[in-house]
């Protein structure tokens, strides 16, 4: 796990990718290595699917990790995602929980999360 982080903030994100892989294979019940496939999966630019299902995943494993709440929450609001993946209504729930269980200090989320409410209220 750790050297998945060393190597995707080094921008090595095929070494990255393998590293988390291993990770999951070893500790499947890590929330946080889960977490970071979904984000590297969109770093990568790869399947949807696959970083919205990394997301869940987290969040079975662990319904209170909040970023993974920011970016279910963030993935299933954006006009980005394909439509038959996209839920307003449940990306609503994922950024009020974010806000609920975030840290104050997390200033940049929580701003994010407030975005993404307001542009949905004016949908």
């Given at each position: 796990?750790?050297?998945?982080?060393v190597?995707a903030?080094?921008?090595?994100?095929?070494d990255?990718l393998?590293?988390?892989?291993?990770a999951?294979?070893?500790a499947?019940?890590?929330?946080?290595?889960?977490?970071?496939?979904?984000?590297?999966?969109?770093?990568?630019?790869?399947?949807e699917?696959?970083e919205?299902?990394?997301?869940?995943?987290a969040?079975?494993?662990?319904?209170?990790?909040?970023?993974?709440h920011?970016q279910?929450?963030?993935?299933?609001a954006?006009?980005?995602t394909?439509?038959?993946?996209?839920?307003?209504g449940?990306a609503r729930?994922?950024?009020n929980?974010?806000?609920?269980?975030?840290?104050?200090?997390?200033?940049e989320?929580?701003?994010?999360a407030?975005?993404?409410?307001e542009w949905?209220d004016?949908r």
């Amino acid at each position: 796990y750790n050297l998945g982080i060393v190597h995707a903030a080094e921008g090595r994100l095929g070494d990255a990718l393998r590293s988390f892989e291993s990770a999951a294979r070893l500790a499947p019940e890590d929330a946080e290595v889960r977490y970071n496939l979904g984000l590297l999966k969109r770093r990568m630019g790869g399947s949807e699917r696959e970083e919205r299902r990394a997301y869940e995943e987290a969040l079975e494993l662990d319904p209170g990790l909040a970023e993974a709440h920011l970016q279910l929450g963030c993935f299933l609001a954006d006009p980005q995602t394909s439509p038959n993946l996209r839920n307003e209504g449940r990306a609503r729930v994922h950024l009020n929980r974010f806000l609920e269980l975030a840290l104050s200090s997390d200033v940049e989320g929580r701003e994010q999360a407030q975005a993404w409410l307001e542009w949905l209220d004016r949908r």
